[in-house]
């Protein structure tokens, strides 16, 4: 469910029509509903209630101050991947000690800044960070709270460029090693032995990955929490969200109301694992970022062109793969519509099989390809729905295009959580070399 609605004709986000937004704000536009992202939070919330928990929600999805912010204010923890995050949720009011902090690279200064701040733990990937993590303590005169990523090597059967926890990944450590990892790491004087955390991928539909996973770390939970008495064990995110609610190309009816029809809910995922999970008697973090974040978001813009090959229909529009770089990346799919709808847009013959694609120079650039929607002319407005995950976070200046407005929609209240970028900001930074001028 979100909260992105037809209300005659209009597309509203919450109580505020997307035509009044763009109008106001330009286009491209992000339009963020608060009400989406709590609910989101709250219902895997409650799910877990039977078991001691802590959602840390994972901040690269969508790390604006708003929504950030929001977050915060429902009681998330926050999963992070960089200093910069870890900076970002402070900004946004948010505490480190419900933080952790995930990453096969993290630096000496993002280690150090994560200690002086008091995070939750450190998540480790390998046996040379553990070290690294353990000089930096030693230098600060702390013990490191960490925990150490295992990789369970379980298909989340998932695009390739989001699955993570197979050995082809680089991410954690073999389930094999990391008993004697952590076994070396007892020895580290400066490490203070918190967790387990695994991640095995992003977008999944089913909750039998997550089920292989968890039944597989359990005898090795139960191990290192007599051997090192360890309080939490973090299952990672990965919660797949309703891309296309049709599920089949060429249906005639572009707009679904958003059903969680055969889905991952947080019902379902809590009724496999917590039966698993509680008898351990551990601290269980998730950490999901798509799930909350991803249908609480929409890209607007606006159509600049028609033009019709002898094969093809495009759709050029003002947005492109440097504002939503999903397609371009990962092929995915987002549903497209028009933000007013005219009678007799469900009838094939106001359809049009369209290409809807962005001004940037590369054949990458593309928001759908052969898609049947209604006509649409110079001027109209689209939304591109579920941008609210791996949207704007992805964003770049590519082709010297600035960054999109964000804006954050509360029951009858809208405000701009990110202006936008101004063209002369690009280069601000930039300098012509002294002796070339
Ligand atoms: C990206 C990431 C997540 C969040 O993944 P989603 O699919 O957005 O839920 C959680 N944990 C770690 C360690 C990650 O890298």
Redesign the pocket.
């Known amino acids: 469910m979100h909260d992105f609605s037809f209300k005659r004709g209009r597309l509203y986000c919450e109580n505020v029509s997307v035509d009044s937004l763009v109008k106001k704000h330009g286009s491209p536009l992000f339009i963020y509903s608060h009400g989406t992202l709590t609910r989101n939070f709250n219902e895997l919330d409650k799910a877990l209630a039977p078991l001691d928990h802590t959602v840390c929600f994972?901040a690269?999805?969508n790390s604006n101050l708003g929504v950030l912010r929001t977050l915060a204010n429902a009681g998330s923890g926050f999963?992070i991947?960089s200093g910069g995050e870890l900076q970002r949720i402070m900004a946004a009011g948010g505490s480190p000690s419900k933080c952790i902090f995930?990453?096969v690279g993290k630096t000496e200064e993002e280690i150090e800044l994560a200690l002086k701040k008091g995070i939750y733990s450190l998540?480790a990937e390998s046996e040379p960070e553990l070290i690294r993590i353990n000089k930096v303590a030693r230098r600060l005169k702390k013990k490191a709270p960490v925990a150490i990523r295992v990789n369970p090597n379980i298909d989340a059967k998932t695009h390739a460029k989001?699955t993570?926890g197979t050995y082809e990944n680089k991410f954690g450590i073999a389930f094999e090693e990391v008993e004697a990892v952590y076994d070396r790491a007892s020895k580290l004087k400066n490490l203070h032995i918190r967790g387990l955390q695994m991640?095995i991928g992003?977008?999944l539909t089913e909750v039998e990955p997550f089920e292989k996973a968890v039944k597989k770390v359990i005898p090795l939970a139960k191990r290192l929490v007599e051997k090192y008495s360890i309080e939490f064990i973090s299952i990672?995110?990965?919660?797949g969200i309703v891309y296309d609610p049709a599920l089949e190309s060429g249906d005639a009816k572009w707009w679904r109301s958003p059903k969680r029809k055969d889905l991952l809910t947080p019902k379902k995922y809590a009724s496999k694992l917590i039966p698993l999970l509680k008898p351990l008697g551990l601290k269980v973090l998730i950490?999901?970022?798509?799930?909350i974040a991803g249908n609480c978001g929409i890209l607007v813009t606006r159509v600049e062109y028609l033009k019709q090959t002898g094969v093809k229909n495009f759709v050029i529009v003002d947005a492109a793969m440097n504002d939503l770089a999903r397609p371009a990346l990962y092929d995915s799919y987002h549903q497209i519509t028009p933000i007013k709808q005219r009678a007799g847009d469900n009838l094939k013959k106001n359809q049009i099989s369209s290409d809807v694609v962005g001004p940037i120079c590369e054949s990458g650039d593309y928001f759908c390809k052969n898609r049947m929607l209604p006509k649409t002319g110079e001027g109209d407005y689209l939304a591109l729905l579920s941008a609210g995950?791996y949207g704007f976070v992805m964003a770049s200046n590519y082709n010297t295009r600035t960054f999109p407005a964000e804006v954050l929609v509360k029951g009858n209240q809208a405000e701009v959580v990110r202006k936008r970028q101004k063209t002369k900001q690009l280069w601000a930074s930039e300098s012509v070399p002294k002796w070339l001028k």
């Open positions: 994972a690269k999805a999963d991947v995930a990453g998540n989001i993570t991640h992003s977008q990672g995110g990965g919660l950490e999901p970022g798509r799930f995950a």
